[in-house]
Nanobody, 112 residues
């Protein structure tokens, strides 16, 4: 069992920045990919960003050039740096590990 805990969410004004953190209970070096997803009210959960063990990344078109995903295997953490945030980024953000394990999510609210 892998425990995943997200943190760093909150209320931010449009154009501002926020850094989300995902802590895991086991080494993430063993997992090929970890990622961030989000779910807005009334919408399905969607992929935001993913990163592989080789540090290859892919992003949703809506966040390219604004969000950056990174991983620290030694610290067992995954980060999502969010810049120039927009009201449409408002959602609960979830960390996913090994395509199977999820955290409880962290709320991000962007005010206009």
């Amino acid at each position: 069992q892998v425990h995943v805990v997200e943190s760093g969410g909150g209320l931010v004004q449009a154009g501002g920045s926020l850094r989300l953190s995902c802590a895991t209970s086991v080494s993430i070096a063993r997992f090929n990919a970890v990622g961030w997803y989000r779910q807005a009210p009334g919408k399905e959960r969607e992929m935001v960003a993913r990163i592989t063990t080789g540090d290859a990344t892919n992003y949703a078109d809506s966040v390219k050039d604004r969000f950056t995903i990174s991983r620290d295997n030694a610290a067992k953490r995954v980060y999502l740096q969010m810049t120039n945030v927009k009201p449409e980024d408002t959602a609960v953000y979830y960390c996913q590990v090994a395509n199977s394990f999820w955290g409880q999510g962290t709320q991000v609210t962007v005010s206009s």
